[in-house]
């Protein structure tokens, strides 16, 4: 065996991940128990927490049918279990996009989503909210044999008239084959389910990996989702050739128009070659064997348009074997571990810096907030314990000035509060004209515009206007939005300003928010829109409208989700604006507070002056402390980040 293999890669990934999580949690519980949690960083250390919790890898197989994505899946995921657990034979097996990840709050199931659904609105991602849409089938992990049969109903088809198929979006009648298949039939055979959902208690799957196993025969493409959200969304996407039938048309096709254009630099790409054994000719040598190999790496390489070290070659099949028998020089042999050496090297890095990142930023944030707290906290009790100091063996007259003194201080914030509340309600109705433009309401009203402008119109040219209407407006929407953002960052800006000028409150900048990538999100699925419904002819048939009209709900219910995440993100921005501000208000008016009764008290009683220069040096000991403290957990989450993988510290020290 090698000494990394991906299933190790992945272990020491989750690891990592624990670690650093039970580490973060320990940041939060730490703040709670010191009272120091305000509302925002609790929200932002809570979401953090959920997304390393609920943290997954997704990783995809797509090619044309029968090339052994199902076996190879087995061969890297599954051989532990000594036999194949997804099914994997000649010919279409698998029917339906099945994806295999862990929920311990279900039971061990196969459930499907009967193909009929596709009639029905709603994506994949919507019926997955609704469990009564699902057949479900419990997965008897006692027994191999009840097992693969249960799962052999990925492979169930059935026999449907043109129409019905048609309806589904599922079948194209000038397609030649298809129209001999319907003439010689009168019926075709279709997939029974749309979607599989595979509840596995398998340590990887268990660890967070989710793997997306996708039928052949250009299935991908009925429906929208997989083009839209599962293959974008996938860490790695694997694409597959096999040996023994070279780069056929169907594959570049597939290649071009799913694989290639979804890039993006968390993403990995890997292209197998798979079923070399083919090759393994006794009556050649093994350099003869392998001069081969590297010729068919080379052309198929040069068809996809990539260097040739990204093409792997391997036998999944043999694999599968290899592993099973423990067969090691068999092993080697089938090229597997090369494979899953490079993918690990590709998925788990650029993942883990993803993870890492966007933890460090949240975390970088809480900590010099709440750092900055404490030391104003600090500052302010020395300051009151040097004043009281002074104030040894003074006059009454000098405690008299003193207590107008803070007074004054007092009142005069007491003015700027009054300012401080008058800013807010700008700022509040500055917070609705933005919502006004970025508002879930807004866009859900021009999704369904467009949705009735594109079933009155019978022409393609009208459903392409209603689409270009519905992009524009969106961009405008976004325009506006961001000219808000700019203003109420200025605005609150100038407000962080004049209380450090005024009162000397730390000076804050505010943090920046950007609606770019949102913009460019709309421009992408603007541009699959285009890619895909450029060529269809000026009359419609009623099928290809019913496929633009399920292709926009998929659209739709994308455009929806980017602009929930926008406006989610958006409202987590407007908190990090105001609450710094009032938190450092409240705790300001709490200091000129205990200044006042401090001083009232010496006033009343000049002789407990010792007493309360003691309890101010206790209290400035516990804030030192928290500070120490804070500081210590920080560098613990800090050196959770900065370890890496294959590095065996973190699996300890957590
Ligand atoms: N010789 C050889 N055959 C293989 C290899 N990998 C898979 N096969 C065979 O190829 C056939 C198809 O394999 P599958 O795993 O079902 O292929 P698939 O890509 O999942 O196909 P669909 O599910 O139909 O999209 C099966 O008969 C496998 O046994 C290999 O490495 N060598
Ligand atoms: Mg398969």
């Not at 698998?94 to 009967?114: G, H, I, V």
């Not at 660890?207 to 969304?233: H, Y």
């Not at 064997?289 to 093409?311: F, K, M, T, W, Y």
């Not at 036998?315 to 490079?342: H, M």
Request: with cysteine; hydrophobic share 40%; proline share 4%.
């Amino acid at each position: 065996m090698p000494s990394t293999t991906l299933v190790d890669e992945f272990e020491h990934y989750s690891a990592w991940r624990d670690a650093l999580l039970v580490r973060v949690e320990a940041l939060r519980d730490w703040l709670a128990a010191q009272q120091l949690d305000d509302g925002e960083s609790d929200l932002r250390l809570a979401q953090t927490l959920s997304r390393l919790q609920e943290d997954t890898l997704n990783v995809a197989f797509v090619a044309e049918f029968s090339r052994g994505k199902s076996e190879l899946i087995n061969a890297i995921f599954f051989s532990d279990y000594r036999q194949r657990v997804l099914p994997s034979s000649a010919g279409r097996t698998t029917m339906c996009p099945t994806e295999l990840y862990y929920d311990p709050r279900r039971q061990a199931s196969l459930r499907l989503l009967p193909i009929e659904t596709k009639t029905r609105a709603g994506s994949i991602a919507d019926f997955k909210l609704a469990p009564d849409a699902w057949t479900e089938f419990p997965l008897n992990l006692d027994s191999a044999a009840d097992m693969s049969a249960t799962l052999m109903r990925l492979a169930d088809t059935m026999p449907v008239d043109a129409d019905t198929a048609q309806a589904y979006g599922l079948i194209n009648p000038a397609d030649e084959e298809t129209a001999r298949v319907l003439a010689q039939n009168g019926s075709i055979a279709i997939p029974r389910w749309r979607h599989a959902l595979i509840n596995f208690p398998h340590p990887l799957l268990k660890q967070g990996l989710v793997i997306l196993d996708t039928p052949g025969l250009n299935a991908i493409g009925t429906e929208p989702e997989l083009t839209l959200s599962m293959l974008p969304n996938a860490h790695a996407v694997l694409f597959l050739l096999a040996a023994d039938t070279g780069v056929t048309r169907s594959d570049i096709e597939i290649w071009r128009q799913h694989i290639a254009p979804v890039h993006g630099a968390s993403r990995a790409r890997l292209v197998v070659m798979n079923k070399i054994d083919g090759l393994w000719d006794e009556l050649k040598s093994d350099a003869e064997i392998d001069a081969e190999i590297a010729r068919q790496v080379a052309s198929s390489a040069e068809l996809l348009d990539l260097p040739a070290s990204q093409v792997y070659p391997v036998s999944a099949q043999k694999a599968l074997v290899a592993k099973v028998r423990r067969d090691d020089a068999l092993l080697q042999r089938t090229r597997l571990p090369e494979l899953e050496s490079a993918l690990s090297q590709e998925l788990i890095p650029c993942k883990q810096a993803l993870v890492a990142d966007s933890t460090r930023a949240v975390v970088e944030d809480v900590v010099v907030r709440t750092t900055e707290l404490l030391e104003t906290r600090l500052a302010t009790i020395q300051d009151q314990v040097e004043e009281l100091g002074n104030l040894r063996g003074k006059n009454r007259d000098v405690i008299q000035h003193m207590m107008a003194q803070a007074n004054a201080d007092n009142e005069q914030f007491e003015r700027g509060l009054l300012q401080f509340n008058a800013l807010r309600n700008v700022f509040a109705a500055q917070v609705e004209t933005l919502r006004g433009h970025l508002g879930m309401q807004t866009v859900r009203r021009e999704v369904k515009k467009t949705r009735t402008a594109m079933e009155k119109s019978r022409f393609s040219t009208g459903l392409r206007e209603s689409m270009a209407t519905f992009f524009s407006l969106l961009n405008d929407n976004l325009d506006a939005s961001t000219e808000s953002v700019r203003e109420i960052r200025a605005m609150m800006t100038a407000m962080y300003q004049k209380f450090s000028d005024e009162h000397g409150l730390a000076m804050v900048n505010p943090p920046e928010h950007s609606l770019v990538k949102y913009r460019r999100e709309i421009a992408r699925l603007e541009r699959i829109f285009n890619e895909r419904f450029n060529t269809l002819f000026s009359m419609l048939t009623s099928g290809q409208h019913q496929l633009t009209q399920r292709f926009f709900e998929t659209l739709a219910s994308k455009v929806v989700q980017v602009f929930e995440i926008a406006n989610s993100e958006t409202e987590t921005w407007l908190k990090a604006l105001i609450v710094p501000m009032e938190t450092q208000v409240r705790e300001h008016k709490n200091q000129l507070k205990r200044r006042l009764d401090s001083v009232s008290r010496i006033h009343a009683a000049t002789e407990t002056l010792d007493d309360r220069i003691a309890e101010l040096d206790a209290a400035m000991n516990n804030v030192a402390d928290q500070i120490e403290q804070l500081a210590r957990m920080n560098t613990r989450i800090a050196d959770a980040l900065n370890d890496t993988p294959g590095d065996a510290r973190y699996a300890r020290s957590a």
